[in-house]
């Protein structure tokens, strides 16, 4: 952990005020859909069958500083992020050297993309079979021709605060911890939070002594819900008319349990009160069941409840199909393809997936990799891009590979790094001490599927973690992240994705912060770990 940056904070609370807090956001909460469904180790699914209740989502009591000038700088250059992932999800020729050399053992052949067999039985040898079978789909979309050339991307940049100690001081930026092109989490649930830290300041919940600690001024109010449902929107009139006559409509796709439901619904409310624009949610494993593709390749959704009055849908929006816990049958994987097959505009498209993975990641910021300038010509924006990367390394047979194992396999060395599987999604990494441990436990070929990358140091902050009606306190670390909205369209010509045509919206759409234990080295808040807060600027 680095030096401190900020004031002792927050002021210690007793326990009557501490109460009375808890209780204040415990109402306002679930008044406001600040919630989750309760993790079965809360409530046995025996005592909710039907999936009734709800509860506080994990949250901050008090919002977190955060430097001014890291804000101001991560906002600043989302736009560059966007319009570098659209990029690299357009350059197939870029894009598949990388997937086939890290990920697949042998190539995709034309003979394996055109047979009429079920994914599934494709044999997949690779270091990530997951990741190989997501290649498959799009090998075999691009073989019969892709119909629709505009991508949606609701994509969140996540940092830490970096703090280094230099003669002259302490100076703080960001580093990227990933980026995310699909399901893109928690910009419902940030909206709401930034709201009820405000409310506790404006009513006088806080005792004195808190809110004098807190200027008004200084709370950063998130607009992220409201702003993403407007990047479905841009997306649902960019389809247009369409190719028949019935109603119009976006889909959700959504896991079944989904525990996350009212942080998806702040999207979904917004889309009918602000944009007159219908959503339905469609578990990801009902798509076969509730969806087919006439002669045009339209997806036609039927909603079970409302059989006589089909739509045709014109946004796929993917809150699911991003983990491999999601493809459990053959019939998982021909719904991916029945999906991608189709003339609706998907957020993301299959490529768009793919380019999220960390491999990607690693590629761009391996200390000297000249990758970044096929994309950002601009050496400027390219060069802020580069200042957020912290140092990645492959686990490969490349020069930098090999320095990376020597860092990875050195107890000592490897005290500095984390190591992530490269595909989408956290919950899988293994940090410091563990990683000799874990690569000598697993088999050599396998490491490719990995990444090393160096830790980052963030500064030292308490604060208070209302989780399932308990209160945890103690040190804490901020993971912010900036969402983001892109609608391009692809050059397709002749199947293969050849860059960008043309981009009709780009722009930041709001903030998350995500605050967990300093002891905990995962932060996804659904996975029980962080908890969603605020900021509170402070100049450092």
Known sequence: MSRDIYPDYPPKVDEVQ?????????????????????????????????????????????????????????????????????RIA????????IVEQYVLTSSLSPERVTQNVKLTSVRLTGVDDFTAALWNVH?????????????????RSDYMVDVESETKGTTTSIKQVEFNTIASSFG?????????????????????????????????????????????????????????????????????????????????YPLLYTHNIRAFRLPFADVLVHTKLDDNRTLIYTPPHSPETPYEVTTLYF???????????????????????????????????????????????????????????????????????????????SEA????????????????????PQREGGGNNIYRGKIPGFLKSIPKENWPAYILMEMINPPP?????????????????????????????????GGDHEGVKEVLVNRDAGYLLRTKGDTSEEGGVAAGFGAVDSVMLVDV
């Open 401 to 420: 590979g090999q320095e990376a194992e020597k860092l990875a396999l050195d107890a000592s060395s490897a005290e500095r790094f984390v190591l992530k």
């Open 139 to 155: 090998e075999k979309v691009k073989a019969e021709g892709y119909v629709q050339d505009l991508s949606l991307g609701l994509f």
């Open 319 to 397: 809150r699911a199909g991003y983990s491999p816990d999601d493809y459990t049958s053959a019939g998982a994987w021909d719904a991916r393809l029945h999906l991608e097959r189709s003339r609706a505009i998907k957020c993301p498209s299959i490529l768009t997936h793919l380019s999220g993975a960390k491999k990607i990641q690693q590629v761009l910021a391996t200390p000297s990799s000249p990758h970044l300038s096929r994309f950002i010509s601009d050496k400027t924006v390219s060069e802020r891009l580069r200042s957020t990367f912290a140092p990645i390394y492959p686990l490969d047979s």
């Open 90 to 97: 357009s350059d197939e020729a870029w894009l598949r050297p």
């Open 188 to 268: 419902g649930l940030s909206t709401q939070v930034s709201a009820l830290h405000d409310f506790l300041l404006a009513s006088g919940v806080y005792p004195p002594k808190v809110a004098s600690t807190i200027k008004p001024e200084s709370l950063l109010r998130s607009s992220s819900s409201k702003l993403l449902a407007s990047g479905l929107a841009e997306a649902h009139k960019a389809y247009g008319s369409g190719t028949t006559s019935l109603p119009k409509c976006v889909i959700f796709l959504v896991q079944k349990p989904e525990r996350n439901v009212f942080d998806q619904r702040h999207l979904e």
């Open 461 to 493: 902050l308490r604060n208070a973690i209302l989780r399932n009606g308990e209160v945890q306190k103690g040190g804490v670390i901020g993971e912010l992240g900036i969402y983001g909205i892109v609608l391009w369209r692809s050059n397709v010509e």
């Open 18 to 86: 501490a109460a009375h807090i808890v209780n204040a956001i415990q109402d306002w909460s679930i008044a406001h859909g600040l919630a989750v469904r309760p993790p079965p180790s809360f409530v046995q699914p025996s005592q909710d069958p039907n999936t009734s209740l709800a509860i506080t989502a994990p949250v901050t009591l008090f919002p977190s500083p955060f430097p001014r000038n890291c804000l101001e700088n991560a906002l600043a250059i989302q736009k560059s992020y966007n319009e570098l992932y659209a």
